[in-house]
């Protein structure tokens, strides 16, 4: 690896972090290797000699003590204002998957022969053998990512003579749920702006990037982020003694129906330039029962991920109604047909059983609540309250404040299905071409990995949309405002225990690349990156990034 001048550190960071553990929400592994990193750079000479341009900055009330490290390094050649920022996230998902070897899942060295003897997926034993993989877990995600960029900023602070810009490096906790890392962090990259008077020109995450198909060769790079939204649906029914069960409508079988009518409809991928998101996939879908008994359930509950790329909250909304609505009606004809057929069967007679069925919004249900009860935020705010002293799930939060608006304030006793949103929610961005400043950007990057693409025999493909959930959701939002409004008038409480920054994160509107070391398998026990593209040309591929563009002309 004589050619890779980063290669050996960047494999022995690797190395070093992925053996400290930091699962997500786990006591102290996440702020033990953000200590680390934090301590790392604070050896580098640079920073010996300018302390206080690192920052630590704890996460407010957190049960774990995580902090986000933020370190920034200034260009000599001139007093150029242009800044990139070098950012990953240090948490990692758990390692139960791991099983009978799952203590070796933070040994890159011992972990690979383990496996070995476990396995016969010939893919993973061929690269075992190869040599040219790093097994572990957060060796793809994302540890190696990080790594990367703490040998950036190393070379950076030795050459600042060659740079007209400056450097940020940063890394997060928490991006394995709930991004609380990189939400809190804008504050400091907004006060870094405003201190020295910064221009954000672009930021690169180093998230891990894979093969798309089995033998895909290409490194794909990504100019934004694919959104997500979490749609619930709260589904009250009529219950009814199960003896007596056509004189009920089910809400089971709602839920039932909506699953059915979304979960993974391909139609319901989202597109922008030819990149199609993943459809939505239900994620949880429950009744509502507390315990056993004869009784159907009075009501049911079901949510689904639903990534966006280019759609309008409203037009996501229009369409999930709809969805609701369609599904109303069909539980009620099919118990009637059913109804018909049993009473035929039986000899009983038949009537009709007519209900009103109604689909609504969260913004419509609280504003009939508000209606009716004028201080009904003071109730909401004491739910949201106890709920996050519980350290309740924040999707049942949500469905609390919902349950007690529709069944305690309105006494909703119809077949009615009540469509909100739950956390997270992750904005979508990417780089548009039809905006001119941001097409001149994305031409210009694609132009550059070409080059150093033809230069180093690889292929290097730009992609609109990082595919998976990912941090730089939070730089740049594309939604207009009337999207915004949709999504927060439909989010309860949304400022009171999920307080997403948007107008922060506009005011920011920074480009959100991502820059991934190549990986296989993330979130799986196989989890691996592979050490000459990543931990070689990687590097020097976001060298060059840094030289094109923190370089005045």
Excluded at 256 to 285: C, H, Q, W
Excluded at 533 to 541: A, E, R, T, V
Aim: charge should be negative.
């Amino acid at each position: 690896m004589q050619n890779y001048p980063f290669y050996d550190e960047a494999l022995a960071l690797t190395k070093k972090l992925v053996s400290i553990p930091s699962m997500n929400n786990s006591d102290g592994g996440e702020r033990a290797v953000a200590d680390y990193m934090a301590a790392w750079i604070r050896e580098l000479p640079y920073f010996k000699a300018h302390p206080d341009q690192v920052i630590t900055q704890p996460l407010k009330d957190d049960p774990y003590d995580r902090i986000n490290v933020v370190a920034i390094a200034f260009g000599s050649r001139s007093n150029s204002n242009e800044t990139i920022i070098l950012h990953g996230h240090h948490d990692t998902v758990g390692i139960d998957d791991y099983g009978s070897i799952k203590e070796y899942a933070f040994d890159c060295d011992a972990l690979p022969e383990k496996i070995k003897s476990i396995t016969s997926d010939p893919e993973v034993l061929a690269d075992i053998e190869s040599g040219e993989w790093m097994f572990g877990r957060g060796s793809s995600d994302m540890k190696s990512g990080d790594a990367v960029n703490m040998v950036l900023m190393r070379y950076f602070t030795e050459h600042l003579n060659q740079f007209d810009g400056n450097l940020i490096f940063m890394t997060n906790p928490v991006e394995e749920n709930q991004h609380t890392g990189i939400i809190e962090s804008l504050n400091v990259l907004e006060e870094l702006k405003a201190k020295y008077g910064l221009t954000y020109k672009m930021a690169m995450n180093t998230d891990f990037i894979s093969p798309a198909f089995p033998g895909d060769t290409a490194h794909y790079f990504h100019a934004g982020a694919v959104g997500k939204i979490l749609p619930c649906f709260y589904i009250i029914g009529k219950p009814t003694h199960s003896g007596q069960g056509f004189e009920g409508f089910s809400a089971s079988m709602v839920a039932a129906e909506i699953t059915r009518n979304i979960d993974m409809r391909a139609e319901f991928s989202d597109v922008y330039n030819g990149e199609f998101a993943m459809p939505p996939t239900v994620l949880k879908m429950r009744d509502l029962k507390p315990s056993y008994d004869v009784q159907t359930a009075f009501s049911a509950f079901v949510y689904f991920n639903y990534f966006i790329h280019n759609m309008e909250m409203d037009e996501i909304f229009a369409r999930l109604r709809k969805v609701a609505e369609d599904a109303l009606n069909t539980v009620d004809t099919y118990t009637d047909e059913q109804n018909k057929v049993y009473c035929k069967m039986t000899g009983a007679d038949y009537y009709k059983r007519e209900y009103q069925l109604k689909v609504m919004e969260y913004s419509e249900l609280y504003e009939k609540a508000k209606a009716l009860k004028p201080d009904v935020d003071e109730d909401i705010r004491a739910i949201t309250k106890q709920s996050l002293e519980e350290n309740l799930d924040r999707r049942e939060l949500c469905l609390k404040i919902v349950e007690y608006l529709a069944n305690n304030i309105l006494s909703i006793n119809t077949p009615t299905v009540i469509l909100f949103l739950a956390p997270p929610y992750c904005p979508r961005n990417t780089l548009k071409r039809e905006i001119p400043e941001e097409g001149a950007l994305l031409d210009s990057v694609v132009d550059l990995l070409n080059q150093l693409g033809q230069e180093m025999g690889e292929e290097l493909k730009m992609m609109q949309f990082f595919p998976v959930l990912t941090d730089s959701s939070y730089l740049k939002l594309d939604d207009t405002d009337t999207s915004i409004k949709t999504l927060v008038d439909n989010f309860p409480d949304m400022k009171g225990h999920y307080d997403v920054p948007l107008d922060q994160i506009k005011r920011l509107n920074i480009p959100a690349f991502n820059f991934g070391c190549h990986g296989k398998d993330a979130h799986k026990w196989t989890e691996r990156v592979h050490k000459e593209y990543s931990f070689g040309k990687l590097p020097i591929i976001m060298l060059r990034v840094l030289e094109k563009y923190l370089n005045e002309k």
